[in-house]
């Protein structure tokens, strides 16, 4: 059964709406710990104060994550994103949302245009813990030879998440996973679900995201020490580190006409908003 690479706990906050969440904390499969140092991009998407998702600072006041993220009954209220901090649990800032923007094309049967945006009530004061990462774009896309990196707080292990045995871990991991060609990922799903131009695919054997993960940014890098850019949202996949199938995330350059409309739009109304307007 494939699923998405959001918390298999979800269906237990669903059934205790209104109480106190369950853990619901993990690692990267096959990762290594980090810190926010080195991904300084990287926050912890929480639904009453519990991390369920990761999400990348792409703004002053801006997350980019998944749209799968966000379930019915709650609201944005009820969600809240830590930044500055290699640990999902404590330290750096916890902030409220403002509005929670998802893709209004997203579909949550086939996956298909699994992103949204996280406007945050307050503005970011960037330090060398706290850093928007760039996007992607359709001139620039991943090759073989990218150096693709996905980072989080997610399940270890399929079977973990499987099972529940969540196993709280306090430290940021990432892992490392190469490009999966959209012919080869087509194929490999195409019993499943199709694979769409708005997907990508990574994949290393025993190296992969899991439930946990979901939101959180697969960045590349052109170079060894080039900066990196965000080229994918985790978004979904058949098990975790399953080597029949790749890891599938959210295209990211694809949606970049939508998401600077939806920056655009926002600056447009904040800026009617607050002005007086002299006849």
Same mark, same amino acid.
């Not at 379930?71 to 500055?84: C, F, L, N």
């Not at 490009?179 to 708005?198: E, H, K």
């Not at 850019?229 to 978004?235: E, F, M, N, Q």
């Given at each position: 059964?494939?699923?998405?690479?959001?918390?298999?706990?979800?269906?237990?906050?669903?059934?205790?709406?209104?109480?106190?969440?369950?853990?619901?904390?993990?690692?990267?499969?096959?990762?290594? +710990?980090?810190?926010?140092?080195?991904?300084?991009?990287?926050?912890?998407?929480?639904?009453?104060?519990?991390?369920?998702?990761?999400?990348?600072?792409?703004?002053?006041?801006?997350?980019?994550? #998944?749209?799968?993220?966000?379930?019915?009954? /709650?609201?944005?209220?009820?969600? &809240?994103?830590? !930044?500055?901090?290699?640990?999902?649990?404590?330290?750096?800032?916890?902030?409220?949302?403002?509005?929670?923007?998802?893709?209004?094309?997203?579909?949550?049967?086939?996956?298909?245009?699994?992103?949204?945006?996280?406007?945050?009530?307050?503005?970011?004061?960037?330090?060398?813990?706290?850093?928007?990462?760039?996007?992607?774009?359709?001139?620039?896309?991943? &090759?073989?030879?990218?150096?693709?990196?996905?980072?989080? /707080?997610?399940?270890?292990?399929?079977?973990? #998440?499987?099972?529940?045995?969540?196993? +709280?871990?306090?430290?940021?991991?990432?892992?490392? !996973?190469?490009?999966?060609?959209?012919?080869?990922?087509?194929?490999?799903?195409?019993?499943?679900?199709?694979? &769409?131009?708005?997907?990508?695919?990574?994949?290393?054997? =025993?190296?992969?995201?899991? %439930?946990?993960?979901?939101?959180?940014?697969?960045?590349?890098?052109?170079?060894?020490? =080039?900066?990196?850019?965000?080229? =994918?949202?985790?978004? /979904?996949?058949?098990?975790?580190?399953?080597?029949?199938?790749?890891? +599938?995330?959210?295209?990211?350059?694809?949606?970049?006409?939508?998401?600077?409309?939806?920056?655009?739009?926002?600056?447009?109304?904040?800026?009617? #908003?607050? /002005?007086?307007?002299? %006849?």
């Amino acid at each position: 059964m494939y699923s998405t690479r959001f918390l298999c706990c979800l269906m237990a906050l669903v059934a205790l709406a209104g109480a106190t969440p369950t853990p619901s904390d993990g690692r990267i499969v096959g990762g290594e +710990v980090t810190t926010i140092q080195e991904f300084p991009y990287q926050v912890s998407v929480q639904l009453h104060g519990r991390h369920i998702c990761g999400g990348a600072i792409i703004g002053h006041d801006t997350v980019l994550t #998944a749209a799968h993220c966000f379930e019915e009954p /709650w609201s944005s209220a009820d969600y &809240t994103v830590r !930044v500055g901090s290699s640990g999902h649990a404590s330290g750096g800032h916890v902030l409220s949302l403002q509005r929670v923007i998802a893709h209004g094309d997203y579909n949550p049967q086939s996956h298909d245009n699994d992103l949204a945006l996280l406007i945050l009530n307050a503005r970011l004061n960037f330090t060398e813990h706290l850093q928007p990462v760039p996007l992607a774009a359709l001139t620039d896309p991943p &090759t073989a030879d990218t150096r693709l990196r996905v980072s989080g /707080w997610g399940f270890q292990a399929e079977e973990s #998440a499987v099972s529940g045995e969540v196993g +709280v871990s306090p430290e940021l991991r990432f892992v490392d !996973v190469d490009l999966v060609g959209s012919s080869q990922c087509r194929r490999a799903y195409s019993q499943v679900l199709p694979i &769409t131009r708005r997907m990508i695919c990574a994949a290393r054997p =025993g190296r992969d995201s899991c %439930q946990g993960d979901s939101g959180g940014p697969l960045v590349g890098y052109s170079a060894e020490e =080039g900066p990196a850019r965000l080229y =994918g949202i985790v978004s /979904w996949g058949l098990g975790c580190a399953n080597p029949d199938f790749p890891g +599938v995330y959210t295209n990211v350059a694809a949606f970049r006409s939508w998401i600077d409309e939806q920056v655009a739009a926002r600056g447009w109304n904040e800026l009617l #908003a607050g /002005w007086s307007g002299l %006849q």
